[in-house]
């Protein structure tokens, strides 16, 4: 399958790895410094391009949390151009650490993933100078991202911001009774600077 520009663009500027290193410093109250790795793997190739998240504090490096999927694909229509979609592991333990130590990932099949239905996000993006872009990723209308990790059912609302060199996060935990958050993005994204290309 041929991928659009856009596409290949946005998968480009997702793999790497990234830190807040200046935010954290200057709001440490409301922002933990996190380093955090999207590394694209070989899943789905025939019609998308697929990445490895996971992500650690800083201090606590081998201690990394947060894995998952993103599968970057076409979407259906011009208002919502590209789309990713979110997997889960089902043994997330077996590949923690793999966002630093690639070579985990070379066991990562798609039999090792769970589909997550409602975690879904529709990317649009504007053209900047020089054929660089500005993707911003934001959830389906009435739609909730539910799973259930450890028995417990958690719930996430997910969105981003990404350009060449930056990407922001929107990620934040909800609580289901009060719709508050509870953790994540709550005072603004998080604001990652590439400091590699994977």
Known sequence: MNFSPQLIALGEYLAGEFDNREQAIAEPVWYVHLRLWQRPVNLFAEDSITLFAEQANIINLD?????????????????????VQYYMLKN???LKGAGDNSALLNTLSPD?????????????????????YKFTATPLPETRCNFTYLGNTIEVSLGFEATQAEFYSY????????????WGAIMGPYRYTKRNQY
């Not at 504007?126 to 660089?132: M, S």
Request: hydrophobic fraction near 30%; proline fraction near 9%; glycine fraction near 10%.
């Open 63 to 83: 201690r990394p949390y947060r894995q998952r999927i993103m599968r970057l694909h076409q979407g259906g229509d011009s208002h919502a151009p590209l789309k």
């Open 92 to 94: 997330p333990e077996a």
């Open 171 to 182: 990620d934040k935990g909800i609580n289901p009774e009060t719709r508050q958050a509870t």
């Open 112 to 132: 090792g993933l769970e589909l997550l239905p409602g975690c879904i996000l529709t990317v649009n993006y504007e053209t900047l100078a020089g054929d660089r």
